[in-house]
């Protein structure tokens, strides 16, 4: 099993800053993607950022120069480095993480619990 903790949600008014973290514990063999996902209350999920091992960042459109994702291997941890937020930037925000239990080609994509991020104007 897998368990993905994140932390650094709150309340920020437009304009501030916020720094999402996510650790992955557990049977981990190796990782390749980890991310961020946000789902509004009766929007859509939405990947927001996501980082695969070795490779590029792939960021949504709406979060593109505002947000920046980092990762730490030695640790089994992203983080969100979230600038400029916006109201519409209220979510509920997932850590995704696609998680090898041992070597070959099986993986299992876990979810952290989520963490609440809201931004007033």
């Known amino acids: 099993q897998v368990q993905l903790v994140e932390s650094g949600g709150g309340l920020v008014q437009a304009g501030g800053s916020l720094r999402l973290s996510c650790e992955a514990s557990g049977r981990i063999f190796s990782i390749n993607v980890m991310g961020w996902y946000r789902q509004a209350p009766g929007k859509q999920r939405e990947m927001v950022a996501a980082?695969?091992?070795?490779?590029?960042?792939d960021y949504a459109d709406s979060v593109k120069g505002r947000f920046s994702l980092s990762r730490d291997n030695a640790k089994n941890t992203v983080y969100l480095q979230m600038n400029s937020l916006k109201p519409e930037d209220t979510a509920v925000y997932y850590c995704n993480a696609e998680v090898y239990s041992d070597y070959g080609p099986i993986a299992y994509n876990y979810w952290g619990q989520g963490t609440q991020v809201t931004v007033s104007s």
């Open positions: 980082i695969p091992s070795g490779g590029s960042t």
